[in-house]
T-cell receptor, first 112, second 113 residues
Framework: QKEVEQDPGPLSVPEGAIVSLNCTYSNSAFQYFMWYRQYSRKGPELLMYTYSSGNKEDGRFTAQVDKSSKYISLFIRDSQPSDSATYLC????????????FGAGTRLFVKA | EAGVAQSPRYKIIEKRQSVAFWCNPI?????LYWYQQILGQGPKLLIQFQNNGVVDDSQLPKDRFSAERLKGVDSTLKIQPAKLEDSAVYLC???????????FGNGTRLTVT
């Protein structure tokens, strides 16, 4: 079993839809949870960074962490074609990049 | 601030040849990471530097991969000799310190034929 599981998709939605992206994990020591966005032929870009359980909102993006279920989510409201990218979840037991484990990424297509 | 710079962007070599990648982190960032991203997978950490010292190289295939960070700034990652399975994107990332989020460069896409 992988430490972090993420459905690779692809996920295709119409413009304006609410997108839900999810990851599950097995290591209960993970405390820091991140979502990165990666456009084609670009490096990952940090979108959200949360600690422990709870919700965090930033504009159209909301990150949720449920440590009891070992499940994290990223919601994108009013999705735009420019949101088309691969979304990577990542998590670590310590802060920053030390021992950060990435999911495989979910490819998202938002159709105009 | 300028982002993480990497070169070259693309490299094609034959198996058993050697190759080197270069990374210039964001100015002032003490922590530097090299990740390998195989197509369809998430990035996998190869090595982490704190200033010019190695913090973690447990997943670096040391029989063929080597990395250094001279003077705690720029870094190079070398593969010698390359294998077909080394075909991947090699990403460099930096952070203000080990507790800070990572900032990635755009990577070097390596194809080994």
């Amino acid at each position: 079993q992988k430490e972090v599981e993420q459905d690779p998709g692809p996920l295709s939605v119409p413009e304006g839809a609410i997108v839900s992206l999810n990851c599950t994990y097995s290591n209960s020591a993970f405390q820091y949870f991140m979502w990165y966005r990666q456009y084609s032929r670009k490096g990952p870009e940090l979108l959200m960074y949360t600690y422990s359980s709870g919700n965090k909102e930033d504009g159209r993006f909301t990150a949720q962490v449920d440590k009891s279920s070992k499940y994290i989510s990223l919601f994108i409201r009013d999705s735009q074609p420019s949101d088309s990218a691969t979304y990577l979840c990542a998590m670590s037991a310590g802060t920053g990049g030390f021992k950060t484990i990435f999911g495989a990424g979910t490819r998202l297509f938002v159709k105009a | 601030e300028a982002g993480v710079a990497q070169s070259p962007r693309y490299k094609i070599i034959e198996k058993r040849q050697s190759v080197a990648f270069w990374c210039n982190p964001i100015s002032g960032h003490a922590t530097l990471y090299w990740y390998q991203q195989i197509l369809g997978q998430g990035p996998k950490l190869l090595i982490q530097f704190q200033n010019n010292g190695v913090v973690d190289d447990s997943q670096l295939p040391k029989d063929r991969f080597s990395a250094e960070r001279l003077k705690g700034v720029d870094s190079t990652l070398k593969i010698q000799p390359a294998k077909l399975e080394d075909s991947a994107v090699y990403l460099c990332a930096s952070g203000r310190d080990s507790n800070s989020p990572l900032h990635f460069g755009n990577g070097t896409r390596l194809t080994v034929t």
